[in-house]
């Protein structure tokens, strides 16, 4: 499958992981990334907390050139920028005046055609592909699935699953051989937004989902937005302060992938995480080949 | 009476100003009802409509309204219940999607569709029947006298 | 606060602006139950919608709740009754700034004013650049200082910021959007 | 040639004044085929009216116009006399000089114009004026009731104490409805089960009522008083005949482990069952779906697999092979009763509009329960025998939550309506289950509390003010599984804080919606219905338990969220009604109805789909050898209401209107 790229920019610093790791994989499920030439920033929180016209404009830029490079799918990775193409995309669809208006400040036509995807929306459609393709079974690993906010909110814009009860994280996880943990926090918000401007709040919020995941015997924390991973990861020391349980590492969806097909774990940037993925990653080298047939 | 000397013996009395003639369709259960109620209530309003009573707007036709303009009328009211207060239940909602297409056919017929009004006026609204008669009239006056009907007739031998 | 102010301004601007009818909004709690920030605003997401509905626009811009919103989505997707608190809310803040920047809370402003100006200058946001601008001009300067180091060595923090081809265009849009709702977030600072 | 007379009335001095109605007698009299026209002080006096007998009389009058007050307040009066003096009473007409002439204007010149205008439009009409005569149907002295819940037992029961015959149809084995299900009922708090028994064996005992449960009404033909229903019995498996509910049938299934229908499914049944204990009638029904003999045969086995219950049965009564069967009844009006059934907040739903609530787990928390399921477990006769216990362990809850509005006051989920009866029993359940769990803690989770009616009011707040029940006023975000309790995350939007709390048990006010189906009934008895399926009333106001069909009735929940002394009222209401209808041997209807012109139709039936009483029927056209040549509309004069939009609709003209003929109108309006 071949499908339009949006990275972002956090793909390209902070979550270059997510990059890299989606990037390795993704030839040997086919799964073919074309990069829009000349992308721009999404505009993020900032753009749409401050001015709503910038927050549609910016990624409307975006659009506009992959529709000009012929593309009918785009993959945002990042769930923000995800949200951001999407809702930018929904609203010049079903506003024509703001279509008008938006096109006169591109300087270029703009008729969001193109559908923008989330990366488990995408790999969700491709389970069947991931499985056959997997090497290594992640068997006896108990993983809790993270969506936090934009994956699936709000839910006219993330329309592609229940909003309530989401369950493409948890079916590439089975399809990696991994079992997905029942737990209440997955939909809670992490703080994103603010991880800069208000660190307090963040770890408030951060340690309920974290001290959730460790309550449901997760392994470790799976999450499809940079975000996300920067403020459970990074922030993960600050958050567990004077709690007791292990530290839970933070791990992208694609690494999960990642390492099922049988990837190092070094070039699927396991080494950048704060949360020390070593005894993770012991885990499942540690599984006996034979018990993962069964 | 050929039709001719009746449009030439209706037409708007000579004395000042002009009173044009307004023939109104109006339903039985509602209108007409709250039309009485003017009356009880002694509404005043302005003499120049002339009633048609029917079951239901539902029934109105619209060659009737094509009819009165030929007759002479300046205007036309068409008036039954409200949406959904309709006697007949659903009477006035297929009269309202009739009337939405007879406005095309006027507009297409070069007749100024500000010539006819539809109205709602239900068994209590003595007060807007009123307003309702002496609004078309006024509107009506200031389209002037219809006598595009009158060329018509001229025109064709 | 007088009780005879008019309901109607704020009340039909946001009406005309985003199509959120607030008079909706019956109060049921919903959205400000499931706030993740609730339990830190002093006006929660319901008492947002109140006050836009019975005209105390004051209120609304003088503390900083409508700046702690994260933007999550919660409240829009549980509102038994088709609102849109999330959306009202950015309605608010692009208002707010519209009306008197400095009202916003300091490093939040700080922030939100950085990154767009990462994106005017380079199309794309580079973390370091968006850290060293924002504690410039942001106060909380040495938080988190230590977080950078870190980064730098997980080779999560690209050090060359580069440009995309086509700046000019990202450049003009950021102008020409900032002009048309004259907030301040722009060039000069 | 007609011969009109006119006459125009004074109104003592309230015509008088303003109009010359001297010079609209004058002005009239020169109408062509106008014989006779005077003005009077009084028309309606007697001696008025005697003035008009004697005219028909003396100048053989063809058709009589009386320019006085509207039509509505004296046109039966002068019909009346023109009767009476021999001469078909729609042959008069009245032009209204008064209310919509005299009592509106000022200037005499204007207001006599307007008089004579108004007088000649009427005289033209009356000169195409055919005579008629009212219609008179036949009249079935017969009733059929759809649904035996509390409000169609009540409308059988009058109508039967009445002198009428009754059809009850039930779909369920066992009348009884909603009500039977409850424990105990608000404002009294008396046992429901108590006062609905006996009125179940009353119907089922009323030498006038006849019973068809476990069948569901086929088909509706026909029209007020003259109604054709076919029933479909369905198969029972037991003979009704030789069964004499002993049970020993149920006693042997292997089968048992059914969720209860009658328990909201926290009871159990066997295959072979009777709902519950006081089921009327006291027959078992089979449930082929979950019968081992019915399954093997469904697979296609040979083999006879099981059938204990027959070889248990003394009576002989088991009989596999009962098919459905089909029974006609014939009756003069029908009641539709069909109650409603509750939101379920499952995933399942029949429309996407009504999904939702994956914030509640979408009734996925096996303590989280509705409503219904709370009566069951309050009541004596449920299945823990009105212990309140927690269904995933059978513990006693110690903190239990309700939340009201689930799925009601939501259009997010389409249901923007209030249910009307939750607020109440939510009070009604805090209190029961402070009447058995002493030491428990009933908190409430609501937006408003609508508690309107006698005696309402009063019962919430003694569920606050003395069996302490916790009232919060906010609705719930979420609420999940954690270990052995329910989290809720709520808040209180009256102290303004959040709440989280834990629960043992959680009790959903769920939204009462119509039942399934709904859609199909209506379109049979062709009433209409609201969007969400409630059956529409005829007037909300003033003919609230008619429908738009004349002959069909409405009672109790199926019309909308009613409670039981609500729905009773209402049956007993339409009772009444149709006791009055049926206490005729005809009925008499004003002969304004349509008529199909047959030889110029070209059966297009637009005039059918424009029809909202369903009046126009396909009328086959055979030759004399009895072939079909073609097929015309005909209106059926028993159902038509006179409207007139299939005329207005019809693209070949062929429709008529006694009374509103295209040629009376276009004369009334050719005299403009
Ligand atoms: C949890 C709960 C508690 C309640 N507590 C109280 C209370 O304390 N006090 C009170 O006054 N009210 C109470 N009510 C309301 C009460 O249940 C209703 O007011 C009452 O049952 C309505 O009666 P009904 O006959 O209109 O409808 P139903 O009881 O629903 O009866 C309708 C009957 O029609 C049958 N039927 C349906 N469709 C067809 C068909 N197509 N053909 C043939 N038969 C059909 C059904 O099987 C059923 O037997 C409560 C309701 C609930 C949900
Ligand atoms: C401000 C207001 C607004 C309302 N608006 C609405 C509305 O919008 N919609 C709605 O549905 N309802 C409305 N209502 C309610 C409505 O008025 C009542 O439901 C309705 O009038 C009740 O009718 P009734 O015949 O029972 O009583 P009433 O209207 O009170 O009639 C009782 C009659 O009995 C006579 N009477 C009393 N005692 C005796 C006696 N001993 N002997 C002989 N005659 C006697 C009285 O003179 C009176 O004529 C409103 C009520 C109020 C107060
Ligand atoms: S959830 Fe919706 S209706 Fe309820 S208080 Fe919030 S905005 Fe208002
Ligand atoms: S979007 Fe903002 S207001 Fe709404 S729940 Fe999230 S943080 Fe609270
Ligand atoms: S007939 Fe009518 S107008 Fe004449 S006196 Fe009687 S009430 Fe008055
Ligand atoms: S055993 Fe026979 S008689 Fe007894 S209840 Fe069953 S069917 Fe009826
Ligand atoms: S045949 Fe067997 S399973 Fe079926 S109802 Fe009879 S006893 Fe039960
Ligand atoms: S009756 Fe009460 S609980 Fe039920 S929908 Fe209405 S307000 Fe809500
Ligand atoms: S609309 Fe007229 S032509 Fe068509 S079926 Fe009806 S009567 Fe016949
Ligand atoms: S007059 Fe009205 S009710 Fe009668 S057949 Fe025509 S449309 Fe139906």
């Given at each position: 499958?071949?499908?339009?790229?949006?990275?972002?920019?956090?793909?390209?610093?902070?979550?270059?992981?997510?990059?890299?790791?989606?990037?390795?994989?993704?030839?040997?499920?086919?799964?073919?990334?074309?990069?829009?030439?000349?992308?721009?920033?999404?505009?993020?929180?900032?753009?749409?907390?401050?001015?709503?016209?910038?927050?549609?404009?910016?990624?409307?830029?975006?659009?506009?050139?992959?529709?000009?490079?012929?593309?009918?799918?785009?993959?945002?990775?990042?769930?923000?920028?995800?949200?951001?193409?999407?809702?930018?995309?929904?609203?010049?669809?079903?506003?024509?005046?703001?279509?008008?208006?938006?096109?006169?400040?591109?300087?270029?036509?703009?008729?969001?055609?193109?559908?923008?995807?989330?990366?488990?929306?995408?790999?969700?459609?491709?389970?069947?592909?991931?499985?056959?393709?997997?090497?290594?079974?992640?068997?006896?690993?108990?993983?809790?699935?993270?969506?936090?906010?934009?994956?699936?909110?709000?839910?006219?814009?993330?329309?592609?699953?229940?909003?309530?009860?989401?369950?493409?994280?948890?079916?590439?996880?089975?399809?990696?051989?991994?079992?997905?943990?029942?737990?209440?926090?997955?939909?809670?918000?992490?703080?994103?937004?603010?991880?800069?401007?208000?660190?307090?709040?963040?770890?408030?919020?951060?340690?309920?989902?974290?001290?959730?995941?460790?309550?449901?015997?997760?392994?470790?924390?799976?999450?499809?937005?940079?975000?996300?991973?920067?403020?459970?990861?990074?922030?993960?020391?600050?958050?567990?302060?004077?709690?007791?349980?292990?530290?839970?590492?933070?791990?992208?969806?694609?690494?999960?992938?990642?390492?099922?097909?049988?990837?190092?774990?070094?070039?699927?940037?396991?080494?950048?995480?704060?949360?020390?993925?070593?005894?993770?990653?012991?885990?499942?080298?540690?599984?006996?080949?034979?018990?993962?047939?069964? | 009476?050929?039709?001719?000397?009746?449009?030439?013996?209706?037409?708007?009395?000579?004395?000042?100003?002009?009173?044009?003639?307004?023939?109104?369709?109006?339903?039985?259960?509602?209108?007409?009802?709250?039309?009485?109620?003017?009356?009880?209530?002694?509404?005043?309003?302005?003499?120049?409509?002339?009633?048609?009573?029917?079951?239901?707007?539902?029934?109105?036709?619209?060659?009737?309204?094509?009819?009165?303009?030929?007759?002479?009328?300046?205007?036309?009211?068409?008036?039954?219940?409200?949406?959904?207060?309709?006697?007949?239940?659903?009477?006035?909602?297929?009269?309202?999607?009739?009337?939405?297409?007879?406005?095309?056919?006027?507009?297409?017929?070069?007749?100024?569709?500000?010539?006819?009004?539809?109205?709602?006026?239900?068994?209590?609204?003595?007060?807007?029947?009123?307003?309702?008669?002496?609004?078309?009239?006024?509107?009506?006056?200031?389209?002037?006298?219809?006598?595009?009907?009158?060329?018509?007739?001229?025109?064709?031998? | 606060?007088?009780?005879?102010?008019?309901?109607?301004?704020?009340?039909?601007?946001?009406?005309?602006?985003?199509?959120?009818?607030?008079?909706?909004?019956?109060?049921?709690?919903?959205?400000?139950?499931?706030?993740?920030?609730?339990?830190?605003?002093?006006?929660?997401?319901?008492?947002?919608?109140?006050?836009?509905?019975?005209?105390?626009?004051?209120?609304?811009?003088?503390?900083?709740?409508?700046?702690?919103?994260?933007?999550?989505?919660?409240?829009?997707?549980?509102?038994?009754?088709?609102?849109?608190?999330?959306?009202?809310?950015?309605?608010?803040?692009?208002?707010?700034?519209?009306k008197n920047p400095k009202k916003a809370p300091r490093p939040i402003r700080a922030f939100h004013k950085a990154f767009i100006r990462q994106i005017r200058t380079h199309g794309r946001v580079y973390e370091m650049g968006l850290i060293?601008?924002?504690?410039?001009?942001?106060?909380?300067?040495?938080?988190?200082?230590?977080?950078?180091?870190?980064?730098?060595?997980?080779?999560?923090?690209?050090?060359?910021?580069?440009?995309?081809?086509?700046?000019?265009?990202?450049?003009?849009?950021?102008?020409?959007?900032?002009?048309?709702?004259?907030?301040?977030?722009?060039?000069?600072? | 040639?007609?011969?009109?007379?006119?006459?125009?009335?004074?109104?003592?001095?309230?015509?008088?004044?303003?109009?010359?109605?001297?010079?609209?007698?004058?002005?009239?009299?020169?109408?062509?085929?106008?014989?006779?026209?005077?003005?009077?002080?009084?028309?309606?006096?007697?001696?008025?009216?005697?003035?008009?007998?004697?005219?028909?009389?003396?100048?053989?009058?063809?058709?009589?116009?009386?320019?006085?007050?509207?039509?509505?307040?004296?046109?039966?009066?002068?019909?009346?006399?023109?009767?009476?003096?021999?001469?078909?009473?729609?042959?008069?007409?009245?032009?209204?000089?008064?209310?919509?002439?005299?009592?509106?204007?000022?200037?005499?010149?204007?207001?006599?114009?307007?008089?004579?205008?108004?007088?000649?439009?009427?005289?033209?009409?009356?000169?195409?004026?055919?005579?008629?005569?009212?219609?008179?149907?036949?009249?079935?002295?017969?009733?059929?009731?759809?649904?035996?819940?509390?409000?169609?037992?009540?409308?059988?029961?009058?109508?039967?104490?009445?002198?009428?015959?009754?059809?009850?149809?039930?779909?369920?084995?066992?009348?009884?409805?909603?009500?039977?299900?409850?424990?105990?009922?608000?404002?009294?708090?008396?046992?429901?089960?108590?006062?609905?028994?006996?009125?179940?064996?009353?119907?089922?005992?009323?030498?006038?009522?006849?019973?068809?449960?476990?069948?569901?009404?086929?088909?509706?033909?026909?029209?007020?008083?003259?109604?054709?229903?076919?029933?479909?019995?369905?198969?029972?498996?037991?003979?009704?005949?030789?069964?004499?509910?002993?049970?020993?049938?149920?006693?042997?299934?292997?089968?048992?482990?059914?969720?209860?229908?009658?328990?909201?499914?926290?009871?159990?049944?066997?295959?072979?069952?009777?709902?519950?204990?006081?089921?009327?009638?006291?027959?078992?029904?089979?449930?082929?779906?979950?019968?081992?003999?019915?399954?093997?045969?469904?697979?296609?086995?040979?083999?006879?697999?099981?059938?204990?219950?027959?070889?248990?049965?003394?009576?002989?009564?088991?009989?596999?092979?009962?098919?459905?069967?089909?029974?006609?009844?014939?009756?003069?009006?029908?009641?539709?009763?069909?109650?409603?059934?509750?939101?379920?907040?499952?995933?399942?739903?029949?429309?996407?509009?009504?999904?939702?609530?994956?914030?509640?787990?979408?009734?996925?928390?096996?303590?989280?329960?509705?409503?219904?399921?709370?009566?069951?477990?309050?009541?004596?006769?449920?299945?823990?025998?009105?212990?309140?216990?927690?269904?995933?362990?059978?513990?006693?809850?110690?903190?239990?939550?309700?939340?009201?509005?689930?799925?009601?006051?939501?259009?997010?989920?389409?249901?923007?309506?209030?249910?009307?009866?939750?607020?109440?029993?939510?009070?009604?359940?805090?209190?029961?289950?402070?009447?058995?769990?002493?030491?428990?803690?009933?908190?409430?989770?609501?937006?408003?509390?609508?508690?309107?009616?006698?005696?309402?009011?009063?019962?919430?707040?003694?569920?606050?003010?003395?069996?302490?029940?916790?009232?919060?006023?906010?609705?719930?975000?979420?609420?999940?599984?954690?270990?052995?309790?329910?989290?809720?995350?709520?808040?209180?939007?009256?102290?303004?804080?959040?709440?989280?709390?834990?629960?043992?048990?959680?009790?959903?006010?769920?939204?009462?919606?119509?039942?399934?189906?709904?859609?199909?009934?209506?379109?049979?008895?062709?009433?209409?219905?609201?969007?969400?399926?409630?059956?529409?009333?005829?007037?909300?106001?003033?003919?609230?338990?008619?429908?738009?069909?004349?002959?069909?009735?409405?009672?109790?929940?199926?019309?909308?969220?009613?409670?039981?002394?609500?729905?009773?009222?209402?049956?007993?209401?339409?009772?009444?009604?149709?006791?009055?209808?049926?206490?005729?041997?005809?009925?008499?209807?004003?002969?304004?109805?349509?008529?199909?012109?047959?030889?110029?139709?070209?059966?297009?039936?637009?005039?059918?789909?424009?029809?909202?009483?369903?009046?126009?029927?396909?009328?086959?056209?055979?030759?004399?050898?009895?072939?079909?040549?073609?097929?015309?509309?005909?209106?059926?004069?028993?159902?038509?209401?006179?409207?007139?939009?299939?005329?207005?609709?019809?693209?070949?003209?062929?429709?008529?209107?006694?009374?509103?003929?295209?040629?009376?109108?276009?004369?009334?309006?050719?005299?403009?």
């Amino acid at each position: 499958m071949k499908i339009g790229y949006f990275p972002g920019c956090s793909l390209h610093s902070t979550g270059r992981e997510f990059n890299e790791s989606l990037r390795l994989f993704a030839p040997a499920i086919g799964l073919e990334l074309e990069e829009i030439k000349d992308w721009n920033c999404c505009g993020a929180t900032s753009a749409h907390a401050t001015n709503h016209l910038l927050s549609i404009a910016l990624p409307a830029r975006s659009l506009a050139l992959a529709e000009e490079q012929g593309m009918s799918e785009v993959l945002a990775p990042c769930a923000a920028c995800y949200s951001r193409l999407r809702t930018a995309s929904v609203e010049l669809r079903e506003n024509p005046s703001l279509q008008k208006e938006v096109s006169e400040v591109l300087e270029r036509p703009i008729a969001a055609t193109a559908e923008v995807r989330s990366i488990s929306e995408v790999l969700s459609r491709m389970t069947a592909d991931i499985r056959g393709a997997v090497v290594q079974p992640l068997a006896g690993l108990k993983l809790a699935c993270y969506y936090g906010c934009l994956l699936v909110r709000p839910p006219k814009i993330a329309s592609f699953e229940d909003s309530e009860m989401p369950t493409s994280l948890e079916g590439i996880v089975s399809a990696c051989g991994a079992e997905a943990v029942h737990w209440d926090r997955k939909l809670d918000c992490c703080g994103g937004g603010m991880s800069l401007s208000r660190t307090g709040s963040v770890i408030r919020l951060g340690r309920s989902i974290v001290s959730d995941a460790q309550k449901a015997g997760a392994h470790a924390i799976v999450v499809a937005c940079p975000m996300c991973h920067s403020n459970l990861d990074f922030r993960q020391r600050a958050m567990l302060k004077g709690q007791e349980g292990e530290v839970v590492p933070v791990l992208y969806i694609t690494q999960i992938v990642g390492l099922a097909l049988g990837l190092e774990p070094e070039k699927l940037g396991l080494r950048r995480h704060f949360v020390k993925t070593a005894p993770f990653i012991q885990r499942i080298t540690t599984v006996p080949a034979t018990a993962q047939e069964a | 009476m050929s039709t001719a000397t009746a449009i030439e013996n209706k037409s708007p009395a000579s004395a000042g100003r002009f009173e044009p003639r307004i023939a109104a369709f109006v339903c039985n259960w509602c209108t007409y009802t709250g039309a009485d109620l003017a009356g009880t209530s002694r509404v005043q309003m302005m003499p120049n409509v002339r009633m048609v009573r029917l079951p239901c707007t539902g029934r109105i036709d619209t060659a009737f309204i094509i009819k009165a303009f030929e007759r002479g009328a300046d205007g036309v009211i068409v008036s039954g219940c409200h949406p959904g207060d309709c006697h007949y239940s659903e009477g006035n909602y297929h009269a309202r999607r009739r009337f939405a297409m007879f406005k095309e056919l006027m507009n297409f017929m070069g007749i100024d569709e500000r010539r006819v009004t539809f109205s709602w006026v239900s068994a209590s609204e003595g007060r807007k029947w009123g307003d309702v008669v002496d609004e078309t009239i006024e509107r009506v006056r200031a389209l002037g006298p219809f006598d595009d009907y009158k060329t018509l007739l001229e025109e064709t031998p | 606060m007088s009780h005879n102010e008019n309901t109607q301004g704020l009340l039909s601007e946001l009406r005309q602006q985003t199509g959120q009818n607030a008079a909706r909004c019956y109060q049921c709690g919903k959205c400000s139950a499931g706030c993740p920030m609730a339990q830190e605003m002093s006006l929660r997401p319901h008492d947002i919608m109140r006050a836009i509905a019975s005209g105390h626009e004051q209120r609304l811009f003088e503390g900083d709740s409508i700046w702690l919103c994260l933007t999550c989505e919660t409240c829009t997707a549980r509102c038994p009754n088709e609102c849109d608190p999330a959306r009202v809310i950015d309605f608010l803040r692009e208002k707010a700034l519209a009306k008197n920047p400095k009202k916003a809370p300091r490093p939040i402003r700080a922030f939100h004013k950085a990154f767009i100006r990462q994106i005017r200058t380079h199309g794309r946001v580079y973390e370091m650049g968006l850290i060293a601008d924002y504690k410039l001009s942001g106060g909380a300067l040495f938080q988190d200082v230590s977080a950078a180091p870190g980064m730098m060595a997980r080779g999560k923090l690209a050090l060359m910021p580069s440009t995309i081809d086509g700046i000019a265009d990202v450049r003009r849009i950021v102008d020409a959007c900032l002009a048309k709702s004259h907030g301040d977030h722009g060039e000069e600072a | 040639m007609s011969r009109i007379g006119v006459f125009v009335c004074h109104c003592g001095e309230n015509i008088a004044r303003t109009v010359d109605t001297a010079a609209v007698a004058q002005e009239c009299g020169k109408l062509p085929g106008v014989i006779h026209s005077v003005d009077y002080k009084y028309m309606c006096s007697d001696p008025g009216q005697l003035m008009v007998k004697q005219a028909i009389a003396e100048h053989k009058l063809t058709g009589v116009v009386v320019a006085a007050c509207s039509p509505h307040m004296h046109e039966k009066t002068f019909r009346r006399a023109t009767a009476g003096a021999g001469l078909n009473p729609f042959l008069c007409e009245m032009a209204n000089v008064r209310e919509h002439c005299s009592w509106i204007h000022e200037s005499r010149t204007a207001a006599t114009e307007k008089a004579i205008d108004a007088t000649r439009m009427i005289v033209e009409k009356v000169k195409r004026n055919a005579p008629l005569s009212p219609i008179h149907i036949p009249v079935t002295r017969r009733a059929l009731v759809i649904g035996g819940g509390i409000a169609g037992i009540q409308a059988a029961l009058d109508i039967a104490d009445g002198g009428r015959e009754v059809v009850l149809v039930e779909k369920e084995p066992s009348i009884g409805g909603h009500m039977s299900q409850l424990s105990e009922t608000f404002p009294t708090l008396d046992c429901s089960q108590c006062i609905l028994t006996p009125r179940m064996v009353e119907a089922f005992q009323h030498p006038r009522i006849k019973l068809y449960t476990y069948s569901e009404v086929e088909s509706v033909d026909g029209y007020i008083g003259n109604f054709k229903v076919t029933i479909r019995k369905k198969a029972r498996s037991v003979d009704e005949a030789n069964c004499n509910g002993c049970g020993a049938c149920q006693a042997v299934c292997p089968n048992k482990k059914i969720p209860s229908e009658f328990d909201a499914g926290l009871g159990k049944r066997s295959a072979i069952y009777v709902p519950f204990p006081q089921a009327v009638p006291n027959i078992p029904v089979i449930d082929r779906e979950r019968c081992s003999y019915f399954r093997a045969k469904a697979k296609g086995s040979t083999k006879v697999v099981c059938g204990k219950c027959a070889e248990a049965c003394g009576k002989g009564a088991v009989h596999f092979d009962q098919q459905d069967t089909l029974v006609t009844e014939d009756v003069g009006a029908i009641v539709v009763a069909t109650g409603y059934r509750l939101y379920d907040i499952g995933k399942d739903q029949d429309s996407e509009l009504l999904k939702g609530y994956g914030e509640y787990g979408y009734g996925t928390v096996p303590d989280v329960i509705d409503g219904m399921q709370f009566e069951r477990l309050a009541s004596a006769s449920g299945p823990t025998a009105g212990k309140i216990l927690r269904p995933s362990d059978g513990k006693e809850p110690t903190s239990v939550v309700f939340l009201q509005c689930i799925g009601s006051r939501d259009p997010s989920k389409g249901i923007e309506y209030c249910s009307k009866i939750c607020c109440m029993y939510v009070a009604k359940h805090t209190m029961l289950y402070k009447h058995k769990v002493h030491h428990g803690q009933a908190t409430v989770f609501y937006m408003d509390i609508r508690a309107a009616g006698k005696g309402y009011d009063e019962f919430t707040r003694r569920a606050i003010e003395e069996d302490g029940a916790r009232y919060v006023r906010g609705r719930v975000s979420r609420l999940y599984r954690d270990g052995e309790v329910i989290k809720i995350l709520g808040f209180d939007t009256l102290s303004g804080e959040p709440i989280e709390m834990d629960a043992d048990m959680v009790v959903l006010a769920t939204a009462m919606r119509p039942q399934a189906g709904m859609a199909e009934l209506a379109q049979k008895l062709s009433v209409s219905y609201d969007k969400h399926g409630f059956i529409n009333e005829a007037h909300p106001k003033l003919r609230p338990v008619e429908t738009n069909t004349a002959g069909v009735f409405v009672a109790g929940a199926c019309q909308s969220p009613r409670d039981i002394p609500d729905s009773v009222a209402m049956a007993s209401a339409t009772a009444s009604k149709i006791l009055g209808l049926l206490s005729n041997e005809q009925l008499e209807r004003e002969p304004t109805v349509a008529r199909v012109d047959e030889s110029t139709c070209s059966a297009c039936f637009h005039c059918e789909r424009v029809c909202a009483y369903g009046a126009v029927e396909h009328k086959d056209i055979r030759d004399r050898s009895g072939n079909l040549v073609r097929v015309v509309a005909s209106v059926n004069k028993g159902v038509c209401q006179g409207c007139g939009t299939c005329l207005a609709t019809c693209p070949s003209k062929s429709l008529e209107l006694d009374g509103f003929t295209d040629a009376q109108i276009h004369a009334a309006i050719m005299a403009f």
